[in-house]
């Protein structure tokens, strides 16, 4: 848990002098977890008197099937946020690279390492879509590892294809490895996009969760496919023992295989986040295009605190580097869910001009 420090991440709904009662500041799964599994979790909790699996198999086997590798090239962690530690831990970098603005926590976690990141910044012009300007930085610095987002947080932008293959040919041929983070993908356009090959790039990892496509946030699980299996093995020597509870581990074994609540989900986003951008649009809001559950917008300032004030979270992304004061990201949610949240902005943005 966190202790004497500020969070610096959304979702944070437990306050009890400032309670959320509409949370946008989380980009899960609008519809929330499905039925298969919380009647999968519920069934472990009369196992709970017995130690969790240690090597996680079945739900391995289940991901394994699911993401079409062997069970071997498979690591499962308590989050993703877990395995993104693990694996700076078991890979000490010296020299990094990332996008920016992306995910805090990867320069957090090679800051526990003492590897400071440089970073790559997409043109904000150009609503941060990546570009080949990547490969000549990479070039230029000859990082020992890259950390990628697709989609990206807090972007909400696609990796174009095409730009990922070169990346991933360079890095190999550099000896850069790279972490991939594709935690979002599934609520995603072109969320069948098939993952990097990480036997024709022993080189890469690909990270994933059921914590936004099947809305298991609270359950605390994370998987990651790699081509190196001694990596992966540094990785779980860098993690606890027992880490994946017996609960989260029925969960995800019943998540690995629904394919359909993910579906439902993606549907609802693109249906609602259209019309949520234009209304964004509609009060002079720069908003970025996105192909994922949230958008990345620019506002007035302290348009986050007012609104926690009337009950609605909204995720202030002032603390991502290449943003800062006035951007916000909000997850798309249901019709009358984002409904609301324009019409407390509407109703600030009043209040500030009368």
Not at 72 to 77: E, I, K, P, Y
Request: hydrophobic fraction near 40%.
């Amino acid at each position: 848990m966190y202790y004497r420090t500020d969070n610096p991440h959304g979702g944070d709904i437990y306050d009890p002098t400032e309670p959320v009662v509409l949370d946008f500041s989380a980009s899960v799964n609008p519809l929330g977890t499905p039925e298969a599994v919380l009647s999968a979790a519920h069934t472990s909790l009369r196992e709970t008197w017995r130690y969790p699996d240690p090597f996680c198999r079945e739900l391995t086997a289940a991901i394994a099937a699911r993401e079409g590798v062997p069970c071997s090239r498979v690591l499962c962690g308590n989050g993703a946020s877990e395995l993104i530690y693990a694996w700076c831990a078991a890979a000490r970098p010296r020299s990094a690279a990332e996008t920016a603005p992306c995910f805090t926590e990867y320069a957090r976690a090679l800051g526990r390492v003492g590897c400071v990141p440089e970073r790559y910044a997409p043109d904000p012009d150009r609503d941060f879509l990546p570009d080949t300007g990547l490969l000549d930085f990479l070039r230029e610095k000859r990082p020992d590892a890259l950390f990628l987002c697709d989609p990206n947080n807090p972007t909400g932008r696609r990796f174009p294809p095409e730009l990922l293959h070169q990346v991933l040919v360079l890095c190999r041929e550099q000896g850069t490895r790279v972490f991939l983070d594709r935690c979002f993908i599934e609520l995603s356009d072109g969320w069948d996009d098939p993952s990097p090959d990480c036997g024709e790039f022993p080189n890469l990892t690909v990270l994933g969760a059921f914590t936004k496509s099947h809305g298991m946030a609270g359950l605390r699980l994370g998987w990651c496919v790699s081509g190196e299996e001694a990596l992966l093995r540094d990785m779980a020597e860098a993690c606890p023992p027992w880490n994946v509870s017996s609960v989260a581990q029925a969960a995800g074994i019943a998540a690995a295989r629904d394919r359909e609540f993910p579906r439902l989900a993606r549907d609802l986003i693109r249906r609602e986040r259209p019309a949520f951008r234009a209304s964004l649009e509609a009060l002079g809001f720069r908003v970025i295009p996105s192909e994922t559950n949230f958008l990345l917008f620019r506002g007035p300032a302290e348009l986050a605190p007012k609104l926690r004030g009337r009950g609605i979270g909204l995720r202030d992304c002032a603390n991502f580097p290449g943003l800062g004061a006035g951007w916000y990201r909000a997850a798309v949610r249901k019709h009358g869910e984002w409904k609301a949240l324009m019409q407390a902005i509407k109703e600030e943005l009043w209040r500030e001009t009368s």
